[in-house]
């Protein structure tokens, strides 16, 4: 695979999901770029991703803006998200798959400071793509493991 080549990925069931939230792994978006389609069932957000592809032992890093869209969606909820703050600015932890009656469940997005979104699904089916061409960053991001709370 070509490091320079854009992403594009599928996730049809909950290990290709880990896939694709190791690649969204400290993403960062605005509140005001997630959108519920209700009448397409589908919920779709902009995010810039870390680059974790690249050598991380090095600046400069690589960002790359990227689409996120999750389909036969029927609900959504969010846990400490001003949703009113749209310029406010999230990072993505980690995407789960919590299955409940198969193949349905729900997706949460989960943010660094508490943040979540749920989105109740009839399965898996969510896309990953990027929009453009890499940008430089010379922030690698870094997690204060002391602060995760047990699980």
């Known amino acids: 695979m070509d490091d320079d080549a854009p992403l594009r990925l599928a996730a049809l069931d909950e290990k290709d999901l880990s896939v694709l939230s190791a690649h969204l792994q400290d993403a960062v978006l605005k509140v005001g770029e997630m959108q519920y389609l209700p009448a397409e069932r589908r919920f779709a957000a902009t995010l810039n991703r870390f680059d974790w592809m690249q050598?991380?032992?090095?600046?400069?890093?690589?960002?790359?803006?990227?689409?996120?869209?999750?389909?036969?969606?029927?609900?959504?909820r969010s846990q400490a998200i001003r949703r009113e703050a749209?310029?406010?600015?999230?990072?993505?932890?980690?995407?789960?798959?919590?299955?409940?009656?198969?193949?349905?469940?729900?997706?949460?997005?989960?943010?660094?400071?508490?943040?979540?979104?749920?989105?109740?699904?009839?399965?898996?089916?969510?896309?990953?793509?990027?929009?453009?061409?890499?940008?430089?960053?010379?922030?690698q991001p870094a997690h204060d493991l002391s602060e995760t709370p047990p699980g």
């Open 55 to 76: 050598d991380t032992t090095k600046s400069p890093y690589r960002r790359r803006q990227a689409a996120l869209v999750i389909d036969r969606v029927s609900a959504v």
């Open 86 to 139: 749209g310029d406010a600015v999230l990072a993505l932890l980690a995407i789960e798959f919590d299955p409940g009656d198969a193949p349905s469940g729900h997706i949460d997005l989960v943010f660094a400071g508490g943040g979540a979104v749920r989105l109740e699904v009839e399965c898996v089916e969510v896309r990953l793509a990027d929009l453009g061409p890499e940008w430089e960053t010379t922030t």
